[in-house]
């Protein structure tokens, strides 16, 4: 299994499952509070705590590299535990607490999603207004793709907040940097107006950024105040005194802000420019505070700042219309299953990676439990998430006496069927794959497979991870009588092909849940000759000169690739970073000489790849970066 990157270099996905021991961690002295009883004093979680303190501390002394950790356990209306582990300042010895200050990433998202229906509830927003009426500016050009239903369809509000609006993204260069863009949307707007929607509004789930930044456009144009402005005063109103979006206001500015940390090295600071996408900076007792305002549904100690219709609303389905989307729940912005948590009942959650920062907030809805887990390394990805997963199951055993079911669910077992070799040859050819299906959408990891017609079944060859040439796995999988498709010796993972939306698509089937895997590309036979002339390496030539992609991380963490290859691979063509996150490949289908598509679904996706003039030359161009050919 490859690991590294052509520069030698760890890559992200190294990181994030490095939990190699090496070395105890100092602790610093806890910090807790109320860690008696629930909400209404009924329950005492005292031994949890203490167990779960003990928990908190082996973990993150088999992982040293994780320097501080910080987390909150609200019950209803009461904290019944904050804390600090190790360090927020490792160099300096300072002790990480539940005051302490980190960057909260995507977790962002829901603040600013309660920004908007803060409007909703005030009149002054529409759900289902097209953003044009709050941007003007704005504009994208049409799918590429042909669709079922109209490409015409306006993005609305509604769209932008279930991340079904379409918008190519993420548009990265200049969004983490050494300099903070006040005008960073309008950079986006002008990138966005030289590309094309990906697919039509609430066709599909594709997790982005870039849409979400522009939601601070449209608060400010529907309150007539600034984005500073509006969510400040949320954050006096929840009592979180100590949070803001930009690094520089007086709120955060004085408080203790943790050192970053990857590998044990210190990067940052940096900004965040996508500000409503990712850029707050909280402490677990102000992010307590928000978990207290979700358990009261809308009500928090400055007076109500939502309706409960609303907050109900903001965690109740929103995407069950959206065939593609298949058992992936989404609220407004919240993700709403956890599946190690799903006999828990209603469950809404978020994440966060600000690069080097991992948040992890979830709340148990129908029991009014939230926790919030902030650590300031890289390689707090996944501790943090189990973590909150180990404490939140105790507390609802004790609290509800729901305890979690032991073991794994068994997948459903059917027998080997006989499928004709025409029933077979149905299902062949070339499929755009997103590499970890169960993210539904949010993995940067992306392949693609040839599906072949074999004595028995299907072959199954597919190509990740970049500068590998050859396939790099191959397995059979066999038809079973519920007509689905599984490897011969087991059936966790079984597979269905179904034509939907007017394409063929792959969907996974695991732990009960169906996700999409994969749609099948028809190759454009023979590649045009002007892309078949724009084979080779190509060099990045418009890298936003203040990028954090210069001095802030090693190359295996960058978003923004630095160098990529055009390639014809059999009878497809792909584009491949060649370092970087986001590495691809990428296939991509000629509509004309100049402007090319990239079929699939997920993340981190195009709405075109166009051959454009700059500098005098020809140069390729998709998700606002221009590559020169070397």
Request: proline share 6%; aromatic share 10%; charged share 20%.
């Amino acid at each position: 299994m490859r690991l590294k990157n052509s520069s030698g270099e760890p890559t992200r996905r190294e990181f994030l499952k490095s939990t190699a021991a090496l070395g105890l961690l100092a602790l610093a002295p806890p910090l807790t509070t109320g860690c008696g009883s629930s909400g209404d004093g009924s329950t005492n979680y005292s031994d949890i705590i203490s167990d779960m303190t003990a928990v908190v501390q082996k973990r993150m002394a088999a992982n040293a590299y994780v320097k501080g950790l910080s987390l909150a356990l609200v019950d209803d209306q009461r904290v019944v535990w904050a804390q600090g582990f190790g360090y927020a300042d490792a160099e300096a010895k300072v002790p990480a607490t539940a005051d302490t200050l980190y960057e909260i990433g995507s977790v962002s998202k829901v603040f600013t999603a309660c920004l908007v229906l803060q409007l909703v509830d005030a009149g002054k927003v529409n759900l289902d207004d097209p953003l044009i009426k709050y941007i003007p500016g704005f504009s994208v050009g049409p799918p590429l793709r042909g669709y079922p239903e109209s490409a015409d369809r306006p993005i609305t509000i509604r769209s932008m907040l279930t991340h079904h609006s379409g918008i190519p993204g993420d548009l990265w260069n200049g969004t983490f940097g050494k300099a903070h863009y006040p005008d960073f949307n309008t950079r986006l707007l002008k990138m966005l107006s030289s590309d094309n929607a990906h697919h039509p509004p609430n066709f599909f789930l594709m997790y982005n950024n870039t849409a979400v930044s522009l939601l601070a456009t449209v608060i400010e144009a529907a309150s007539g105040e600034t984005f500073a402005s509006r969510s400040d005063a949320f954050f006096q109103a929840l009592g979180m005194n100590h949070t803001s979006f930009f690094r520089d206001s007086q709120a955060v500015a004085g408080g203790l802000l943790a050192k970053g940390y990857l590998q044990g090295k210190t990067y940052g600071p940096y900004y965040n420019n996508t500000v409503a996408a990712g850029s707050m900076i909280s402490s677990v007792s102000d992010m307590a505070r928000f978990i207290q305002m979700m358990n009261a549904r809308g009500r928090a100690q400055g007076g109500r700042v939502l309706k409960t219709e609303t907050v109900e609303t903001m965690i109740t389905r929103q995407n069950g219309s959206i065939p593609l989307d298949f058992d992936f729940p989404l609220g407004f912005i919240w993700k709403l299953y956890d599946p190690e948590l799903a006999y828990a009942g209603r469950f809404c959650e978020h994440s966060g990676d600000a690069m080097i920062f991992e948040s992890m907030l979830k709340i148990l809805t129908e029991h009014n439990l939230g926790m919030i887990v902030l650590t300031n390394a890289q390689e707090g990805n996944p501790l943090h998430e189990e973590i909150a997963r180990d404490a939140l199951a105790r507390v609802l055993e004790r609290k509800r006496g729901i305890a979690k079911p032991s073991g794994s669910p068994e997948p459903p077992y059917s027998k080997e069927a006989s499928w004709t070799a025409a029933q077979l040859k149905v299902i062949e050819g070339i499929y755009s794959t997103l590499d970890a299906a169960s993210g539904a959408g949010t993995s940067p990891c992306r392949s693609y497979s040839r599906i072949e017609a074999v004595i028995g079944g299907l072959l199954w060859k597919k190509k990740g991870e970049p500068l590998h040439h050859d396939w790099e796995s191959a397995k059979v999988i066999v038809p079973r009588e519920n007509g689905w498709f599984s490897e011969p010796t087991s059936q966790e993972y079984q597979y269905e092909f179904r034509e939907m939306q007017d394409r063929m698509v792959m969907i996974e089937h695991h732990q009960g849940q169906a996700h999409f895997l994969a749609e099948r590309y028809v190759p454009v036979v023979p590649i045009p000759e002007k892309w078949a002339g724009r084979v080779g390496n190509y060099e990045l030539a418009n890298l936003d000169p203040a990028d954090w992609t210069e001095d802030f991380v090693p190359a295996g963490l960058n978003l923004i690739s630095k160098s990529l290859s055009l390639q014809i691979e059999g009878d497809v063509l792909v584009l491949r970073c060649l370092d970087g996150v986001y590495q691809g490949p990428y296939v991509v289908s000629p509509v004309s000489d100049t402007v090319g598509y990239m079929p699939g679904g997920g993340r981190n996706l195009a709405g075109s790849v166009r051959a454009v003039p700059f500098g005098g030359e020809e140069q390729l161009q998709f998700l606002g970066l221009i590559y020169r050919r070397i």
